[in-house]
């Protein structure tokens, strides 16, 4: 008697052709596996480890084909409410020509593995590991993956908040590459952010980055601030604190913190330590939970 094979899936787990960008890994790991791993959550941040972003927590997208996402972060009343956060696989030929149902929706899209194509407000363009789009809100966008391979990568959505006498943003595309780190000052160069919208731009309501750290690069305090954080780690590993707690954390770890959650890092190496960072940033405080 044959042995019965298992049901076959519409979905590549095809390795990543460039490991420079983690993603999830998808796949279940072996009975033999241990169970425990370093999945938390409380009530100032939770921490969802690499080991635990497997294909039975994905979700199949309205109005995508051939695709599926982890969603690691959303709005959550009591916790982080302002943004979610989605690890996004298209498999060839796949793709979608409405991809996101909310016109308020402002989004980042960071490429982790192949080729897909944008097409954002009437521009094409062909997409690689490490290349960032800004996304609008009300922006007339589609994302097709015409290679051969898998295409991966990292959206994060917000609601654009709007300011009376400031224009909205614009739109934009670009690549890791392509913009220079700016080094913090009095760490001897051993902590930088790509900042891929400038600080002071009051049109963003919100800032994704990339963190970098060099071995032994630290960040000397505890951040306790008002924005909120959803962080993928990118490359590397380090000890990182999280309100009460320093955990050690890895590429393909994602780390979501509400407001005023104390945080701190010690890169400890061998090699670079890389994080995508999400913040809410540049608007007033709501006055009311129930503000519009």
Not at 178 to 204: G, I, K, Q, S, Y
Request: aromatic share 10%; charged share 20%.
């Amino acid at each position: 008697m044959q042995a019965r094979k298992p049901p076959s899936s519409d979905h590549s787990s095809a390795p990543m052709s460039n490991p420079r960008y983690a993603f999830p890994p998808g796949g279940l790991p072996p009975q033999t596996q241990r169970t425990v791993d370093r999945a938390t959550f409380t009530t100032a941040y939770a921490l969802i480890p690499r080991g635990v972003q497997r294909d039975i927590v994905t979700s199949n997208l309205p109005h995508w084909q051939k695709t599926r996402a982890w969603i690691l972060a959303r709005p959550l009343s009591g916790f982080a409410e302002t943004f979610a956060q989605y690890a996004v696989e298209v498999e060839p030929g796949g793709g979608s020509d409405t991809p996101d149902p909310d016109a308020r929706a402002e989004g980042v899209l960071f490429v982790a593995d192949g080729e897909p194509t944008l097409s954002l407000n009437g521009s094409t363009h062909a997409l690689r590991a490490g290349s960032y789009a800004f996304i609008p809100p009300g922006a007339d966008w589609q994302l097709h993956n015409r290679a051969a391979t898998p295409a991966r990568f990292h959206w994060i959505r917000k609601a654009y908040e709007p300011a009376d006498g400031i224009d909205a943003p614009t739109a934009f595309v670009t690549h890791d590459d392509e913009v220079p780190l700016d080094v913090m000052p009095d760490c001897n160069e051993a902590w930088a952010t790509t900042r891929f919208v400038e600080p002071d731009d009051l049109r963003h309501d919100m800032h994704v980055n990339i963190v970098t750290f060099k071995p032994g690069g630290v960040i000397p305090f505890s951040e306790t601030h008002v924005m909120e954080h959803g962080l993928y780690v990118l490359e590397g590993k380090a000890v990182y604190q999280l309100n009460n707690d320093w955990v050690e954390v890895e590429a393909g770890d994602f780390m979501w913190l509400r407001a005023f959650c104390p945080q701190a890092c010690y890169a400890g190496g061998p090699g670079r330590f890389r994080y995508l960072l999400y913040k809410d940033v540049n608007r007033h405080p709501k006055l009311s939970l129930f503000a519009r």
